[in-house]
């Protein structure tokens, strides 16, 4: 905790270590308030120098060099301790003292539920012992773990187990050794009174690996779906990246007090509950996905982060961007690609765009940081992941997998950084990337404005695209792939034939789609042989995470929707059509005008209803309006009183023109079969979901969303009603949360659901609702789960009740973000997040949000992190 201006760590100050550490014993005597840790280390030298190692909050009890006591040599500071030597080759023992039971900033060792827990990443080692806490120091760790047996049935650590036994006292104790060199991030234990479930998998080369996860005696029914998600992800990074576990055991453990959504330590990743445990009665299809894409995401780290792992934490993206790359692929495989695809788009929009017009906006390698745990971001993660899907693209899938294959081939068990993940995919192919740098070291939302000219006399269509970041001086142009297409005006695609000399920059993947390679910041592409003046389709599959800027008309849109080959053009093509429609309502409301819903709209999603060849999946996202959120984004002054009610109209209007065919759609997915998680079933329940949320406007269906609640056939089905329910206030409302509190009382995941529905219901009483679910039992500032559900759902989504005109939301959240910041810095820091973007309000709303910003960062005690992210925001 700090006051003046904390340090600024930059990526330009990198130095090599000065030592290594060839291998390190750790010994745990766990007690909730005083634990002992004994580190003896195998030290080289590299470089002249004293030592230098990294510590905080640690009662320091001896050090001892070479077996010499030299703890009164040592130079102990609140960040770390130094000592002077000129040894070379040297064993150092320290001996510290934490105290677990008080951590409930959940970095380091702590407890959870009664067990013992550990988060290292990004710089919690320090937290443990005295260490080399970076990513460049990489040593083989033995992890010995001494516990009361009673309390502590498992006693896990990194690595396989090679030695156990009881102990006097009531004690027992178990030995891990990890034999793959690991930095200290990387480092884990747990113990507690677990159970577990266990299954096996056998490697493509033939090995048994004993696959086990651990979780609180109650939640043992709800293991299942982790357990399969981890054998298909063991299973698709065989096939997929030919990459084969390397540990005799791998080892899951879910725990309800976790910072963020899973850890990769090696062989015993530690995961929030939230990405592990699910049954159909108690987790939505959202959820399951989750777990699957998040159990995937983290056994993939094994390879792309942990066997190849950072040099520094400028450079996460390496690992976070290329596994988030890697989770969407299997994502996509095990469900449907244009489904994954489009979801992923709105994410990226929803969230990361944003971050990238704020205060806090950062390239996806950053070019320095107060506080590392600040940097995982949706720009470091999703963008990031967006930048390896361009190499993807480029490259192909042959060429991506060869450029992996080297990297590895390179680099195993080294710490690296982006360019050599760079050279890698280059040399692999023989092709020059380094252009892609410029994606590394700027930050923007890139704007892409495409014009098209038809020539009928030349029958030549020239497409004119100019890029730009917006707010960056001599902006380096990025190389940005376009995916392309034509269509006529009956919808049919047609073929395209680039003219000679732009062969080299237009790639043909097919017939009738192509890839433009776009590396300047002006540049035409010219296509022979267009007969009629062509419908041009754009950024298919979302080639590139920018902003398109092309003039279509609406019925060119319309059009698009329902005939491109591409199902994310399709997508965009109705999403678009929505947006547009809601800001003219916007724009009349503020006017005294008319405006009704377009009927080429009402027309179009007609159509997507009534072709029953499309995906479900599909149709749904179609037809589900944009955010409130990306609606204010297209706005420099965002008015969300208007947005919020023109988003009301044009729903109801929508309910109103299409009743029949949402009635008709309802009933024609309704399905009574057991819960399945299948790409089938899920779009179904999708689209259900979409037709009943429209029906929910009407008067005379209200019972129907009733009476899925009651049917109680899936929590999917049920929270889809229950939140229809409350945005539309239908009478039953009341009595549907109180059976639901009832019914799932002592749930934690479920009773999350039940914070997040209420606080995300935007209408007159919205934080009246919020406050006094601040004072209900079952709220706690200490868990993250139960802060994101109430505290993070309602600043981010409920924009009627935090924007409150009269300042009450910013006021009742900036109160809580202070108390939280207390108990867990990381958490508080996130729930900033809506306060950044102050500058997006009028006036007014300005004053407030900087008045409560400043409230947040006044303080003594104001932690680094919201620290970093208040300062940087009112800068
Ligand atoms: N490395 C984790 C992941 O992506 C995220 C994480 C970061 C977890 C920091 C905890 C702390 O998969
Ligand atoms: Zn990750």
Redesign the pocket.
């Known amino acids: 905790m700090t006051k003046s201006a904390p340090k600024v760590n930059y990526l330009k100050d990198y130095q090599t270590p000065a030592f290594t550490v060839d291998s390190v014993f750790l010994e745990f005597l766990l007690q909730p308030e005083a634990t002992q840790v004994t580190n003896r280390m195998q030290i080289g030298r590299l470089r002249a120098g004293d030592l230098w190692l990294d510590g905080e909050s640690l009662d320091l009890l001896s050090v001892h060099l070479d077996g010499e006591d030299v703890t009164s040599q040592c130079r102990v500071e609140e960040t770390g301790l130094s000592l002077s030597t000129d040894k070379e080759q040297f064993e150092l023992e320290i001996v510290t003292r934490i105290n677990p039971e008080k951590n409930t900033a959940l970095e380091g060792l702590y407890r959870t539920s009664g067990n013992y827990c550990t988060?290292c990443?990004?710089e919690g080692f320090r937290k443990i012992t005295y260490f080399f806490d970076r990513p460049d120091v990489l040593s083989v760790f033995t992890t010995k773990v001494v516990a009361d047996k009673s309390q502590n049935r498992y006693l896990l650590a990194n690595g396989n187990l090679t030695e156990s036994g009881d102990l006097p006292n009531g004690q027992h104790y178990a030995v891990w050794q990890d034999p793959f060199k690991k930095p200290c991030y990387l480092f884990a234990l747990v113990a507690g009174n677990l159970e577990k479930i266990s299954d096996t998998f056998r490697t493509q080369d033939g090995r048994d690996v004993a696959l086990e996860i651990y979780v609180e005696p109650r939640n043992i029914d709800k293991c299942e779906h982790a357990m399969e998600s981890l054998k298909r992800s063991m299973a698709w990074d065989e096939s997929r990246f030919g990459l084969i576990y390397d540990l005799d055991i791998y080892m899951i453990v879910a725990v309800d007090d976790f910072?963020?959504?899973?850890?990769?330590n090696k062989g015993l990743n530690v995961f929030n509950s939230k990405f592990v445990l699910a049954k159909p009665e108690s987790a939505t299809d959202v959820d399951y996905e989750g777990i699957e894409a998040v159990i995937g995401?983290?056994y993939f780290?094994n390879w792309t982060?942990n066997r190849v792992t950072c040099r520094d934490w400028f450079q996460l993206t390496l690992k976070?961007g290329l596994?988030v790359f890697r989770d969407q692929e299997f994502t996509a495989d095990m469900l449907s690609p244009a489904v994954k695809r489009i979801e992923d788009v709105k994410r990226l929009r929803s969230n990361q765009f944003p971050e990238d017009a704020g205060p806090m906006s950062h390239p996806i390698q950053p070019q320095s940081y107060i506080e590392m745990?600040n940097f995982?971001t949706m720009t470091v993660?999703e963008k990031g992941a967006e930048v390896v899907r361009l190499y993807h693209t480029l490259l192909g899938e042959g060429g991506f997998r060869k450029g992996m294959d080297l990297y590895f081939e390179r680099h195993d068990g080294q710490a690296v950084t982006v360019q050599d993940f760079r050279n890698a995919m280059a040399d692999a192919n023989g092709v020059d990337l380094q252009q892609m740098h410029n994606w590394y070291v700027q930050s923007g939302t890139p704007v892409l404005k495409i014009e098209s000219e038809y020539d009928a006399q030349m029958q030549t269509l020239t497409v004119n695209c100019e890029q730009s970041l917006p707010e960056t001086e001599d902006f380096k142009p990025l190389l940005i792939p376009i995916g392309f297409g034509m269509l006529n005006s009956e919808g049919h695609s047609l073929q395209l034939q680039p003219i000679e000399s732009h062969l080299q920059t237009v790639e043909l993947r097919s017939e009738t789609n192509a890839v433009l390679k776009m590396t300047k910041a002006q540049q035409q592409f010219v296509f022979n042989g267009v007969q009629t003046q062509p419908i041009l389709s754009l950024l298919r599959g979302f080639s590139a995470p920018v902003k398109l800027s092309y003039d279509y008309s609406d019925q060119e849109l319309a059009l698009l929707a329902s005939a491109d080959e591409d199902s994310f053009v399709r997508w965009e093509a109705m999403q678009t059509l929505l947006l547009r429609t809601v800001q003219a309502k916007v724009a009349a409301l503020k006017s005294v005008e008319e405006y009704a819903v377009p009927q080429l709209l009402v027309d179009t999603a007609e159509k997507l209803l009534l072709d029953h060849s499309l995906d479900p999946a599909l149709v749904a996202m179609s037809l589900t309006l944009p955010e409130l959120g990306y609606i204010g984004e297209q706005y420099r002054e965002v008015d969300v009183d208007a947005i919020h009610q023109a988003h009301n109209w044009l729903k109801n209007g929508l309910a109103q023109a299409l009743q029949d065919e949402w009635r008709n759609t309802y009933l024609r997915m309704q399905d009574d079969s057991e819960y399945r998680y299948d790409k089938r079933q899920i779009a179904e329940r999708m689209l259900k979901n979409v037709a009943l949320a429209y029906l929910g406007c009407l008067a005379q269906h209200q019972e129907r969303v009733f009476e899925q609640y009651r049917a109680q056939h899936n929590m999917t089905d049920v929270l889809a009603a229950m939140k229809i329910m409350l945005h539309q206030g239908h009478s039953q409302t009341d009595q549907a949360l109180q059976d639901f509190y009832q019914r799932w009382r002592g749930d934690n995941l479920v009773i999350d659901k039940w914070f997040a529905m209420q606080a995300e219901t935007q209408n007159e009483t919205a934080l009246e609702k919020a406050q006094s679910l601040l004072s209900h039992p079952d709220f706690s500032l200490t868990n993250p789960n139960r802060v994101r559900s109430l505290l993070g759902v309602f600043a981010r989504l409920n924009l009627v009740g935090f924007h409150r005109a009269d300042g009450a939301g910013y006021q009742m959240v900036a109160e809580q973000i202070i108390k939280v910041d207390e108990l867990n810095p990381q958490i508080a820091a996130r729930l900033l997040g809506p306060f950044t973007h102050w500058k997006r309000y009028d006036a007014e709303r300005q004053k407030l949000m900087r008045a409560a910003l400043q409230r947040i960062l006044d303080r003594d005690n104001v932690s680094k992190d919201v620290y970093e992210i208040a300062s940087k925001s009112l800068a």
């Not at 910072?259 to 990769?264: I, S």
């Open positions: 988060q990443e990004a910072n963020m959504g899973a850890m990769e995401h983290e780290h982060g976070e596994t745990n995982y993660y």
